[in-house]
C-alpha cells in the first residue's frame, strides 16, 4: 500500500507565503510524476503544477510565477511553495503521484493524498 500525506496548509493574508509538503509512504522503488492539484469550492478538480523524477516542471498559467514546485526523489518528497498569495488561490490542495512502483514491480495507479486546506483571507 503507498499513501500520500500532506501538510503545510493554513490561513494566510494575500500577499503572504505557504509551503506545503507531501511524502510519499509505504512500499516504494519508484515515483513516476508528483504534482500538486486544488479543487475550490463548487468547482472542479484542477492541475496546480507537476514534476518528473528528473525535475522538469509544469505549472497552470494562473499560478506562473508565484508558485514553485520541488522534489526530494531520496524522500518521496514534493513540495509547493507558494508565494503572492491571492484569495482566488483559495482551495483543498490535493499532492497526487501518477504512478508509484513497489520493489516488487507492482504499480498503484492515480494516488492521491486526502487534501490540506489552503485560505487566503484578510
Known amino acids: 500500500q503507498v499513501q500520500l500525506v500532506e501538510s503545510g496548509g493554513g490561513l494566510v493574508q494575500p500577499g503572504g507565503s505557504l509551503r506545503l509538503s507531501c511524502a510519499a509512504s509505504g512500499s516504494i522503488f519508484s515515483i513516476n510524476v508528483m504534482g500538486w492539484y486544488r479543487q475550490a469550492p463548487g468547482k472542479q478538480r484542477d492541475l496546480v503544477a507537476t514534476i518528473t523524477g528528473g525535475g522538469r516542471t509544469n505549472y497552470a498559467d494562473s499560478v506562473k510565477g508565484r508558485f514553485t514546485i520541488s522534489r526530494d526523489n531520496a524522500r518521496n518528497t514534493v513540495y509547493l511553495q507558494m508565494n503572492s498569495l491571492i484569495p482566488e488561490d483559495t482551495a483543498v490542495y490535493y499532492c497526487?503521484?501518477?504512478?508509484?512502483?513497489?520493489?516488487?514491480?507492482?504499480?498503484?495507479?492515480?494516488?492521491w493524498g486526502q487534501g490540506t486546506l489552503v485560505t487566503v483571507s484578510s
Open positions: 497526487n503521484a501518477d504512478w508509484v512502483v513497489t520493489p516488487r514491480g507492482y504499480k498503484y495507479f492515480g494516488v
